[in-house]
């Protein structure tokens, strides 16, 4: 008897040690929920409940506004030093309020006792159920922020260039720049300094123009004067490209290749017939314009190589600081050409085309005067060709003026970045819902059919993860635990069985089911030593014989913390609910 008792004492204590260690990780997590205040500033490091919600509150500065936070589950072997910005979840956002004694009161928090004389404010936000054993990282931001650094101020300058590029290409017709024109590079310019570092904690002033809230009306003058310029830039760039290419009068392009195809038997006949009395350079040049077919023929109109493609030219970026702006008669012929730039190239080609052209038409001039078609037609080709130039020598001008105008608009919104955009206050903590295997005490009356026996049996439950007793069963391993326990009762029977120690104990493992808190369905077998039939042979051997029950999945852990007094924990929000 003393024997069966202390094995008795020994599991249960056992169960009780396991269930007061675990009860110790949540036992701020009593229903409806459970508070953490955390100390902005400070070093988050705390244990956390999961699978139930939870609230968490703080003190913060009488000028701060609102307070954000921003939830990531830390992949294993990580820190949140190292966690990229794209691992966290959607900002929660509360505003930061005064709590006067009757919001402490409600939320069961003790009142501070200089609460009249205090200068702080105070925040709660409502966390959704965390995973067990797991690591976040939670980052909180307080608002309105500081002023920038000048790295940081750098930091976000270098982005403008590419945001107002980015809008550029997307904007590729040539209607007339409009108020949604500008509205939309602003919101570009505002995508490109926070969206590509969105966890940096840049927050805009209210109503400024890196505001996305802000109403269009309200945006500077300075702002839309400078965009519309630009822009306008843009489209006088992307009107002459499709000029260059043939696109806004392709009737007009069609008439330039016919026009140059007039004249092309008569200069074939002319270099069939006179190929060998001609100089060298008139040879060779008269070869040259002979040789070409239509889409060579298109593309120098174009100003393009003969063998391209036929890709069109649609896009020019690279300004060319040599090229000096038109004269007031505009560009001629002779004007020289860009130095640099996508354009160069072609301008090149055509000055190329340009001199062979003329010496071809000076040798038509002397060799078929009489042929005043064909004459006619090659100096209207001569002149298609000097027109293509000057085209492209407005684009590049107009590409000098756009990226002018652009470096300007940047350096005045550079300007703006530093009196428009605050950095927010961050604090960045691990909190953690890691937890071993939960054991728990079992009681519960088991019937074993075969043996035609009811009896009682205590023991643990032993689940596979972590369980949160506050949180009602849920995914299959919160409800299935292994089961481990024995008997006090008296089973024996005379020539068929004995206990496995003691007077009367017998052992019963298995598993179960949780169907409540509290309510469990198990199954298993029950162990003990079977007795030889013949009373003469008195050697026992293992048996067992499979039993069911229905028990009750005890939390003593937080019995005895009852039993000693442990205070109860504050109830839910009253009048105040947390923001999400």
């Excluded at 000028?63 to 921003?70: F, G, I």
């Excluded at 966890?199 to 269009?216: I, K, L, M, T």
């Excluded at 489209?235 to 007009?252: F, M, T």
């Excluded at 040049?285 to 239509?294: E, F």
């Amino acid at each position: 008897m003393i024997r069966r008792r202390a094995i008795l004492g020994s599991l249960v204590a056992l169960s009780c040690l396991v269930s007061l260690e675990v009860r110790a990780e949540t036992k701020r997590n009593t229903p409806p929920f459970s508070r953490f205040k955390v100390m902005l500033g400070g070093i988050l490091n705390d244990t956390v409940p999961f699978d139930v919600p939870f609230i968490i509150h703080g003190d913060v500065k009488e000028s701060v506004t609102h307070v954000r936070l921003r939830i990531a589950k830390l992949p294993e072997g990580t820190n949140c030093a190292v966690i990229p910005g794209t691992g966290y979840g959607a900002v929660s956002r509360v505003e930061a309020t005064e709590w006067t004694q009757r919001d402490y009161e409600d939320r069961g928090l003790a009142v501070p006792g200089d609460l009249a004389t205090v200068n702080l404010k105070q925040f709660e936000f409502l966390i959704e159920p965390l995973q067990p054993h797991a690591l976040y990282c939670f980052l909180f931001q307080t608002e309105p922020g500081e002023p920038l650094s000048p790295a940081q101020v750098s930091l976000l300058a270098a982005r403008l260039p590419a945001g107002y590029q980015a809008f550029l290409r997307a904007r590729n017709d040539t209607r007339d720049v409009d108020d949604k024109d500008i509205e939309g590079l602003r919101q570009q310019l505002i995508a490109s300094l926070f969206n590509t570092i969105p966890f940096e904690g840049f927050v805009p002033r209210q109503n400024s123009v890196f505001d996305p809230a802000a109403p269009p009306e309200l945006v500077s003058q300075q702002f839309k004067t400078m965009a519309a310029a630009s822009l306008g830039e843009h489209i006088n760039v992307i009107r002459g490209l499709r000029a260059l290419e043939g696109l806004l009068d392709p009737q007009a392009f069609s008439a330039k290749v016919k026009r140059w195809q007039t004249w092309l038997p008569a200069a074939r006949e002319l270099f069939s017939s006179r190929a060998a009395a001609l100089p060298a350079q008139e040879r060779a040049d008269l070869k040259y314009v002979t040789s070409l077919q239509g889409d060579a023929i298109s593309n120098l109109l174009r100003g393009a190589a003969e063998q391209s493609s036929g890709d069109l030219l649609t896009e020019v970026w690279q300004p060319d600081a040599g090229l000096p702006p038109p004269p007031a008669g505009g560009y001629q012929p002779s004007s020289p050409c860009p130095n640099s730039g996508e354009l160069r190239f072609r301008c090149a080609q055509l000055d190329q085309a340009i001199a062979t052209l003329d010496r071809v038409t000076a040798l038509f001039a002397r060799e078929r005067s009489a042929d005043k078609a064909s004459l006619t037609a090659i100096q209207d080709t001569l002149d298609d060709l000097r027109e293509t130039k000057i085209e492209l020598l407005d684009i590049q001008h107009a590409v000098n003026q756009r990226d002018a105008l652009i470096r300007e608009h940047i350096k005045m919104l550079e300007g703006s970045v530093f009196a428009d955009i605050f950095t927010l206050v961050p604090t960045m903590g691990n909190l953690d819902t890691r937890r071993s295997w939960y054991i728990s005490a079992d009681t519960g009356l088991a019937l074993a059919p075969f043996i035609e026996e009811v009896f009682p049996y205590v023991g643990s439950n032993i689940y596979f993860r972590a369980v949160n007793k506050e949180a009602p069963p849920g995914p299959f391993l919160t409800r299935f635990s292994a089961l481990l326990g024995f008997t006090w009762t008296d089973l024996k029977k005379a020539g068929q069985r004995q206990p496995l120690y003691g007077e009367d104990g017998m052992l019963v493992v298995g598993g179960g089911l949780r169907f409540s808190n509290t309510i469990r369905l198990n199954g298993g077998l029950l162990l003990f030593k079977g007795v030889d039939p013949n009373p003469l042979v008195d050697k026992t051997r293992l048996e067992y014989t499979p039993f069911f029950s229905i028990s009750a999945d005890v939390d003593i852990g937080g019995m005895i913390e009852g039993m000693f007094g442990k205070p109860p924990t504050p109830g839910a929000l009253g009048a105040v609910a947390p923001q999400k």
